[in-house]
C-alpha cells in the first residue's frame, strides 16, 4: 500500500474477528516496529506476543475488571460515558465498552514493553517505545488487520506482570489487540489543523 | 511510496541540508501527525513549527549547551563517547554531537507539545505524543526529509518555554530537526527479532 493511504486510513478498530493470525504477518508487523527509533538507539524494548487462549482470557478478565472498576471513575471517562450518544466521545466510550468486554477474544495480543534499566520511567521515556507502538498499529493496517493502542491494561499491571512473568525492571507500555477487521478503516475524526499547529510562537496561525 | 520501504528505511539523519522546505510539504507532514492515535481521542497534541532564524539559533544555543554540559554527564552518554571510535554507540554520539552542533542550522524545528490538563505526565502519557511524532517521522522520509527525533531540549526547558511562550500545563515532549538529507536513508543498526520479542511468556521465543 503507499505510505500515505496507510497512514490516512489507519484508526482504532475495537471490534475484532477471532480468526488466527499467521505467523508470517506478526513477524513483518515486528520488524516494522524495530525500524523505529529509541533513545540512544538503545532498543530497550521487548514484545511480548500472546496467543494462548487461556492467558488471553485471564488477561481479558484483568483488563474488563479495570475498565469497569476503574476507567469509568477517572473524571474524562466518566464524563465521557455520560455525554449524548450520538457525540464522538460517547462513540469513543462505547467502542472503548465494546473492546473491554471482548478483548481476551482477539487472536493476538502484543504487549509492548520497555527494559528501564533502573531509570523512573516519565514522559520522554515514552520516545523509546511509542514510535514502535506506532509502527505496529500502521503495519498492522497495511496488512489488513485492525488493531488500537491501549494502556487501560496499567490499572491491573502487577497482575499482568505476574501472569506472564515479566521482570520488576521492564514497563508495559502498551496493549495492542490485533485481528483481522469487523470495522472498517478510514479517517478517525481529528480537529482541524490550524487548531493544533503554530508558527514560531505558541499560539500564532501557520497561514497554510 | 510503498509504506514498508518508508518504514524500514526511516533512520535518524543529523546532516541536514539548509535550504528551505516548502509549507505544501510541512503541511502534508502535520496532517500526517494527526491521523496518530491519543488517550481518549483528546488531541491535546500542539506543533510548534520553528522557522525563524533567530529563534532556531537561540534553540540551537540551548540545546549544544545541554548536550555538552549535560547529556555528557548521563552514564550512558559518556560511556558512548568514550566507545571504540567505529563501534554503534560511538557513530550514534559523534551524529548526535554534529546534530548538537549544528541544529540551529536545520531549516525547519517542529517542536511536538502535549498539553496535560493538569495531569502529572508519566510515561502513558507519551501513548498520546509519540504515535505523532512517529508520523512526522515516516511521513518526512516519504516525502524525501531527514528528521531525527530528540529529547535533549528538556536540559533547557524553562528557557525554550519562556522564549516560544509555551504554557505550564504543556509538555514539550521531542523536538525534531527537519532538513533535505545530507545523510543517507536505509536500515539502522538493530537487534535481531529473537532478541525482543516473545510468544505468550517473557523471555519464550516465537520459533519465527
Chains 1, 2 share one sequence.
Not at 1 to 30: K, S, Y
Not at 168 to 175: F, K, Q, R
Amino acid at each position: 500500500m503507499e505510505f500515505f493511504e496507510v497512514v490516512h486510513t489507519q484508526r482504532a478498530i475495537r471490534r475484532l474477528d477471532p480468526d488466527p493470525i499467521p505467523d508470517d504477518v506478526l513477524r513483518q508487523i515486528l520488524e516494522a516496529a524495530v525500524c523505529a527509533p529509541s533513545g540512544g538507539n538503545r532498543q530497550g524494548w521487548r514484545f511480548l506476543v500472546i496467543r494462548d487462549a487461556t492467558l488471553r482470557r485471564r488477561i481479558g478478565d484483568l483488563y474488563r475488571d479495570a475498565w469497569y472498576n476503574d476507567l469509568l471513575k477517572v473524571p474524562y471517562y466518566r464524563d465521557a460515558s455520560q455525554a449524548p450518544a450520538d457525540s464522538d466521545r460517547a462513540k469513543v466510550v462505547s467502542s472503548s465498552r465494546h473492546l473491554a468486554d471482548h478483548i481476551g477474544e482477539a487472536p493476538v495480543l502484543i504487549l509492548a514493553c520497555l527494559e528501564t534499566e533502573g531509570m523512573s520511567a516519565g514522559l520522554t521515556q515514552g520516545a523509546s517505545i511509542y514510535p514502535a507502538v506506532q509502527n505496529i498499529l500502521l503495519a498492522a493496517r497495511a496488512l489488513g488487520l485492525g488493531t488500537t493502542l491501549t494502556t487501560i491494561h496499567r490499572f491491573r499491571d502487577r497482575e499482568i506482570k505476574t501472569l506472564l512473568g515479566i521482570p520488576d525492571n521492564v514497563e508495559t507500555a502498551a496493549l495492542i489487540p490485533l485481528g483481522y477487521p469487523l470495522g472498517k478503516f478510514g479517517r478517525a475524526p481529528r480537529k482541524p489543523l490550524a487548531e493544533v499547529a503554530y508558527l514560531d510562537r505558541w499560539g500564532q496561525a501557520t497561514g497554510w
